[in-house]
């Protein structure tokens, strides 16, 4: 299903399809890039982007955005999802980048803004801690200030990449007596300050995605705070609505259906009965996906007349990582015995991996995606969004 | 159809239930999935110690004759306790088809009963999925012995065992039930070769590659097949016994994280989207109970059980799948930790539904012996 576009807009599309085959790296392509990729690795998309101008489509013009429309922006997040390329990083990119420009002031503009862009900069992202998940306005990471700077005292959790990072910014508690979500500040720290420690969080996949951040009495200059002290609520507000663009993940879906589909023609021969009951669930997926992307080019459309979405992006969410779920699912149901084995991670091409290859990082796929249901807000946090803001109940 | 307990399997299970616990609490089986090995020579012992290795053994071989029920007690607590140690692979498999045999492989028997070999069956290849009659490896007759060729996939515990039961064809084309027949081989054998890797539960299975291996056979030439289906409804009904003790673990884990949790300003618990949630978690654990134990009655009586066996395993697997993915959810990120133990149930339950077939497997082939009969 494709956007009707303009003869303008189709020749972007091919620009775009055609700058990502010359050139997104051959090295950056491994079993699971999520998990495989060096910091340096991860970067090197990153960086041709940037130089291309297109790293952050987001961003208005004069930040160093490309100045796209709402359908060009789609566009290239179809293009880039469709081909399998790693996103921008999202926490530099996606979330702190536009909280900056949108609530910084001019100086911290001009220090961080190119950093992001260039990918000199990696940010990772302090929200949670292990008593504020869903609820996270009961932060209580404090903050107090001592002259020109914050003494910063807390526990962060899940927090994605923060072994590459350079940067966190964190919600803090800068008024313990206001009720939340008063009374919370959006602090930039410098992860290599003294009293900082990141600490591993190794997930059932065996793979190390996120950490514990400890912050322990961390001295942070005010001129590293955003907007006003206690206002941070605000911010993160903003911050989470982009966490939840992109969540319905067509392009990702898409890619893995066709994985799933080879897979099942190589693993399940015809005559078995379990053929048919393969080709009837791929199909019902294949739908799911359908009726996803239909509900996205929609939104795509009202957005590009100026109607605003609402909390579409609960939707993208929940039915986005629920489909993804069932794909990796049948994925690892469908290479059978092989199902049983697991990668070790680091991986390493000397450890042996029975089976062929394709079936490789099913088992992990299949576990990794458990948490998709419960990042971003979990998925029953999404629904009480739309029976609030949009069933009115 | 309840099971009343006699005070003597009443003690079978009390008495596992404290070794496993003054033993193998989650933090000494973290250290034995990390070992070297990947399983614990000292446990198994204790556990022939016990006389676990030897309940469900038939008194006649010098078991305890606990039949079904002794395997259905030991391997409930397994489950609460995720035991990754081969008992279903050296007890249930290898022992039971040692048993079926005949009295010639009596000496094999008393080995396993006392803690001192290790088994493993090996029956699957790269493409029979789930069906015991796809065997490409074959046996050739050579003197009293055979030599066996071919290559067995995902072999659970394979790299830990002494003696492997392997399938091999004697006759036929490669589907046909007829002619295939078992064979008892060295695992440390001229011509075997081992590929060990980890599995997803914590378990080390392997690639078996058998390049001219003698193996002796092991029941009635030709008749493997129907040997290994009876071994699978027995394997089915440890798995599920196992599958349904991890399961209550994970819904009394679930529960008791639901009334401690605490998200905007009351406990987790008190929301009434996971209350439904966790009702649902434990209509779906009392089924998986009362089918698994239907399944272990009538494993010890002379009527076919071999329907009632895959509808079991599809009905458990179902729930169990259901069981596990929420108990995740409901713990939120801590659910998808390696630190704790819920994410290793789940990484259980995910194994079990792929051992002898997953569930919609066994649901397809609940409806044809229907059909059959």
Known sequence: MELALSSEDAAFRDEVRAFIAQNYPAEMRVANPETDLSKEQMLLWHRILHKKGWIAPLWPREYGGPGWSITRRFIFEQETTRAGTMPPLAFSVTMVGPVIYTFGNEAQKTRFLPRILSGEDWWCQGYSEPGSGSDLATVRTKAVRDGDHYIVNGHKTWTTLAQHADWIFCLVRTDPNARPPSGISFLLIDIKSPGVTVRPIITIDGSHEVNDVFLEDVRVPVENLIGEENKGWTYAKFLLGNERTGMAGIGRSTRYIEKLKKVVKAEIPEDDPAHLEFVRDIARVELDVLALEATELRVVAQMARGIDPGPAASLFKIRGTEIFQDITELTHRAIGNYGLAIREHPVSANRFMPGPDYGHTASEKYLNSRKLSIYGGSNEIQRNIIAKAVLGL | ?373
């Open chain 2, 1 to 373: 159809m309840d099971i009343q307990f006699t005070e003597e399997q009443e003690l079978l299970r009390s008495s596992v239930q404290r070794l496993l616990r003054d033993q193998y609490d989650f933090d000494a089986r973290r250290k034995i999935v990390a070992s070297e090995e990947g399983f614990s020579r000292k446990q198994w012992q204790a556990f022939a110690d016990l006389g676990l290795l030897a309940a469900p053994f038939s008194e006649d071989v010098g078991g305890l004759g606990g039949s079904a029920l002794s395997t259905m007690i030991i391997m409930q607590e397994f489950g609460r306790h995720l035991v990754v140690e081969p008992f279903i692979e050296t007890v249930v498999l290898a022992g039971s088809l040692l048993q079926q045999a005949g009295p010639r492989e009596q000496s094999y028997i008393a080995d396993i009963m006392s803690g001192t070999k290790v088994w493993a069956l090996a029956w699957t290849e790269k493409s029979s999925r789930f069906d015991l009659a796809s065997v490409a490896t074959t046996a050739r007759r050579e003197g009293k012995d055979y030599v066996l060729t071919g290559e067995k996939t995902a072999v659970i515990a394979a790299p830990w065992a002494d003696y492997l039961i392997v399938s091999a064809r004697t006759s036929g084309q490669r589907n046909d039930r007829d002619g295939v027949s078992l064979f008892v081989v060295d695992r440390r054998g001229a011509n075997l070769d081992l590929q060990s890797f980890r599995t997803i539960d914590g378990r080390r299975a392997a690639e078996v590659a058998l390049r001219g291996v003698r193996g002796a056979l092991l029941g009635r030439e030709g008749e493997g097949v129907v040997a290994l289906e009876a071994c699978r409804d027995r394997a089915i009904g440890a798995l599920c016994a196992e599958a349904v003790g991890a399961m209550a673990e994970l819904n009394s884990a679930t529960l008791e994280y639901s009334k401690t949790r605490k998200q905007f300003g009351t406990t987790i618990g008190s929301f009434q989207v996971l209350q439904h949630r966790m009702v649902d978690m434990f209509i779906a654990h009392q089924e998986a109970l009362s089918l698994m134990q239907h399944l272990t009655l009538s494993l010890g009586t002379a009527e076919p059980v071999s329907r009632l066996a895959s509808g079991a395993k599809s009905k458990v697997g179902y729930a169990g799948k259901f069981i596990a993915d929420q108990a995740v959810q409901l713990h939120g990120g801590m659910g998808m930790t390696d630190e704790l133990n819920v994410g290793h149930y789940f990484k259980r339950i995910s194994s079990i539904n792929i051992q002898f077939g997953d569930p919609a497997f066994h649901v397809l082939r609940y409806a044809q012996l229907d059909a059959a009969a």
